[in-house]
């Protein structure tokens, strides 16, 4: 059996790309597809396991080499070029996907294909719509805007299987493309953490990790904790990181790192009271991760943390994405503090380990693709 893989784009090793990295040690693939491929070694080598295979790219999105995201309102053109490319010059057998945007559209012949949708797709065309075209540029982009979206739900007809890769975005395909799907949660590298050695009540700081970009709301967290008088350490570079420290200018409180190395994240989290998460993530692999480390959660009530933090257990929510609300949430965690116990939090997120994923992908695979 012929087998192959195909990633929207190869750019930075990030959520997605350690998804590749699980399906890459669990298959054996004989070609790996993209529309781009711009990504540094290094990053390829982690992505692959160690190893640098041969991408087979678009033609048309060479030419962009790392502008090819500007050539979006081209992309079911790319994409019939793409699919025209490599007919007849390659039989595979499965095909999986990889996809956020593009790859669900994917079609060599008429191979067996199963897509792992990685977040809700062709977000800039759907929910982030506003964000990514504000104001005048919103209404000049209504005709593209349409005809992409009919573009997107045509693509996610293709595939004969689709898995999400959390209830959130299960939902949300169903919504949106009509279809049911199998949920699989990503792997997270439960292993590469460990336990936290300090008691949660010694605990003297609360701690956020993130890329800083308007979306993920980093703006009420710190707002929220200057009000509160309790100290923040902000770890993470981005745009808006100008803004923020302007917003937290004298205030010795709020503390940012700056881009930090994998070792270091985790000795802030590990010592840290809890970790808080103001963002909406179709999974939130960062939750996760300080749950690995037996440090609780506090996050907005929206998106796939609803599926990996236990309230009351291993976290806690905050119901609005507001300045009061994180407030009230971070007083009613203070006031339960008794109730976390860190070894029970790491317990919980033993269930997204890449072990986890691994074996429900056997499965899946064994029941729709090896019967």
């Given at each position: 059996?012929?087998?192959?893989?195909?990633?929207?784009?190869?750019?930075?090793?990030?959520?997605?790309?350690?998804?590749?990295?699980?399906?890459?040690?669990?298959?054996?693939?004989?070609?790996?597809?993209?529309?781009?491929?711009?990504?540094?070694?290094?990053?390829?080598?982690?992505?692959?396991?160690?190893?640098?295979?041969?991408?087979?790219?678009?033609?048309?999105?060479?030419?962009?080499?790392?502008?090819?995201?500007f050539a979006f309102p081209?992309?079911?053109?790319?994409?019939?070029?793409?699919?025209?490319?490599?007919?007849?010059?390659?039989?595979?057998?499965?095909?999986?996907?990889?996809?956020?945007?593009?790859?669900?559209?994917?079609?060599?012949?008429?191979?067996?294909?199963?897509?792992?949708?990685?977040?809700?797709?062709?977000?800039?065309?759907?929910?982030?719509?506003?964000?990514?075209?504000p104001g005048i540029l919103?209404?000049?982009?209504?005709?593209?805007?349409?005809?992409?979206?009919?573009?997107?739900?045509?693509?996610?007809?293709?595939?004969?299987?689709?898995?999400?890769?959390?209830?959130?975005?299960?939902?949300?395909?169903?919504?949106?493309?009509?279809?049911?799907?199998?949920?699989?949660?990503?792997?997270?590298?439960?292993?590469?953490?460990?336990?936290?050695?300090?008691?949660?009540?010694?605990?003297?700081?609360?701690?956020?990790?993130?890329?800083?970009?308007?979306?993920?709301?980093?703006?009420?967290?710190?707002?929220?904790?200057?009000?509160?008088?309790?100290?923040?350490?902000?770890?993470?570079?981005?745009?808006?990181?100008?803004?923020?420290?302007?917003?937290?200018?004298?205030?010795?409180?709020?503390?940012?790192?700056?881009?930090?190395?994998?070792?270091?994240?985790?000795?802030?989290?590990?010592?840290?009271?809890?970790?808080?998460?103001?963002?909406?993530?179709?999974?939130?692999?960062?939750?996760?991760?300080?749950?690995?480390?037996?440090?609780?959660?506090?996050?907005?009530?929206?998106?796939?943390?609803?599926?990996?933090?236990?309230?009351?257990?291993?976290?806690?929510?905050?119901?609005?994405?507001?300045?009061?609300?994180?407030?009230?949430?971070?007083?009613?965690?203070?006031?339960?503090?008794?109730?976390?116990?860190?070894?029970?939090?790491?317990?919980?997120?033993?269930?997204?380990?890449?072990?986890?994923?691994?074996?429900?992908?056997?499965?899946?695979?064994?029941?729709?693709?090896?019967?």
């Amino acid at each position: 059996m012929k087998i192959a893989i195909i990633h929207d784009w190869l750019d930075k090793y990030g959520g997605a790309e350690r998804v590749v990295t699980s399906f890459d040690k669990i298959i054996s693939f004989d070609y790996y597809f993209a529309y781009a491929d711009v990504m540094n070694d290094s990053d390829k080598l982690k992505m692959f396991n160690g190893k640098n295979p041969t991408i087979i790219k678009s033609d048309l999105m060479k030419i962009l080499g790392t502008y090819f995201r500007f050539a979006f309102p081209l992309f079911p053109f790319i994409t019939k070029c793409f699919n025209s490319q490599v007919r007849n010059k390659y039989s595979v057998d499965l095909l999986i996907s990889s996809s956020w945007c593009l790859s669900k559209g994917f079609r060599i012949n008429s191979e067996f294909h199963i897509c792992y949708i990685q977040a809700r797709n062709f977000k800039y065309i759907w929910d982030e719509y506003k964000n990514y075209f504000p104001g005048i540029l919103g209404y000049i982009f209504i005709p593209f805007r349409k005809y992409l979206q009919n573009f997107d739900i045509k693509m996610s007809k293709n595939p004969d299987h689709i898995i999400a890769n959390s209830k959130f975005v299960q939902k949300w395909i169903k919504e949106h493309y009509k279809l049911d799907s199998t949920v699989i949660y990503p792997p997270v590298s439960v292993e590469d953490f460990s336990l936290r050695k300090t008691k949660i009540s010694d605990s003297e700081y609360y701690v956020t990790v993130g890329r800083l970009v308007k979306y993920k709301r980093f703006d009420l967290l710190i707002d929220a904790f200057i009000k509160l008088n309790k100290k923040l350490i902000v770890i993470g570079d981005g745009a808006e990181r100008t803004n923020l420290e302007k917003k937290a200018k004298n205030n010795d409180n709020i503390i940012f790192t700056g881009f930090l190395s994998s070792n270091e994240i985790s000795s802030y989290i590990s010592n840290a009271r809890a970790f808080v998460f103001s963002s909406i993530e179709d999974f939130g692999i960062a939750p996760v991760e300080a749950q690995s480390c037996g440090t609780p959660v506090i996050a907005y009530a929206k998106g796939g943390v609803l599926e990996t933090v236990v309230e009351n257990k291993t976290g806690v929510f905050f119901k609005s994405q507001d300045v009061n609300a994180i407030q009230d949430a971070v007083k009613h965690f203070e006031n339960i503090l008794s109730n976390f116990d860190s070894v029970l939090i790491r317990e919980n997120a033993q269930n997204f380990s890449e072990e986890a994923f691994a074996e429900n992908l056997r499965v899946f695979l064994k029941k729709n693709v090896y019967k």
